[in-house]
């Protein structure tokens, strides 16, 4: 499903933006799983067989390094998300400060971060 597909008339106007950003980490995540299944699917870890008396133990025999793309799609996905709740929380307290005192601009918390409205 693409973005232009999905019925996003429940979504205020002023979060619109929102789906973007999300499809994009949607998109990535997808990536991360494939890639793990793949990853998964090639034996990433050995065992072996230890004689230990009247039993035997299986011990790790080794672990196929994790690929750098996965740590990165990770990093990637998470940031796309981070930056969905911040946008839309933005967004949210933007809004707000305009609905309830229209007269005046936008606090100054959003664009300086000095606190003051």
Known sequence: MSVH????????????HVVGTLAHGDHTIERLLRLTHDY????TITFAQVRNGDRVD???????PLPQAISRLVADALTQ??????HTLYAEVATLLKVSSPSRPTCALLSSGSGMC
């Open 40 to 43: 998964t699917e090639l034996g």
């Open 5 to 16: 597909d999905a019925d996003c008339s429940w979504l205020p106007d002023h979060q619109l």
């Open 58 to 64: 299986a011990v790790v025999q080794g672990v196929a």
């Open 81 to 86: 998300l981070r930056a969905a709740l911040e």
